[in-house]
């Protein structure tokens, strides 16, 4: 796809840095302040999305966000720089024929990972009650993980052991096997 006149693109929402709530944020106000323009009557939007990833449930719940609000505003991503982690369930969010990269991308795919705990001193009930509670949160990433799979082996026209393989390893895509594989459309260029 060539960009040959920015205002194609429509609003410009840039969505970067950790996928955290100030992303959210981000995405929110700017949504608000596309609807409610009142010069603009047709809603168009293009996201600009780089990110090294963050939250898991936040990308979820922003890639929720974004697929909700494609049905009532014409919405675009492109993938710019870094898309990586729960960065990509964001990306991953519209159709395909909606998703773009730029030339230079890296695209990661991941396994879900958990953090380090440091935790301090505890009774062994508070310990079992913490180890339960991980438990149960490992459960959830795990399904949330074979979802996620699954999306990605159907978009990308893989098996499930294949799209599984990629995301054990840690695939990274550059832009031209981001399209080759069915992540994006075509490379967007500027």
């Given at each position: ?53 963050g939250?898991?449930w ?27 982690s ?34 301090s ?32 082996a ?37």
């Open positions: 796809m060539k960009v040959k006149n920015i205002e194609d693109l429509g609003m410009l929402i840039a969505l970067s840095g950790e996928v955290d709530v100030s992303m959210m944020n981000t995405l929110d106000q700017a949504v608000e302040k596309l609807l409610n323009n009142k010069e603009k009557p047709a809603k168009k939007a293009t996201i600009l999305l780089s990110t090294t990833g939250m898991t936040i990308g979820n719940a922003i890639g929720e966000r974004i697929a909700f609000l494609s049905r009532f505003i014409d919405l675009r991503i492109i993938a710019m720089t870094m898309v990586a729960s960065g990509v369930r964001v990306f991953l969010s519209l159709p395909r024929d909606r998703r773009f990269v730029s030339p230079d991308v890296d695209i990661m795919i991941h396994q879900v990972k958990r953090g380090a705990d440091s935790s001193r505890q009774s062994l009930d508070e310990r079992r009650k913490r180890l339960e509670e991980e438990l149960i949160s490992i459960e959830v990433n795990e399904r949330e993980e074979r979802r996620w799979v699954k999306l990605l159907k978009e990308m026209g893989l098996s499930y052991k294949k799209a599984l393989s990629l995301w054990i390893t840690s695939h990274h895509f550059d832009a031209a096997e981001a399209v080759k594989c069915g992540l994006a459309a075509s490379i967007i260029l500027f």
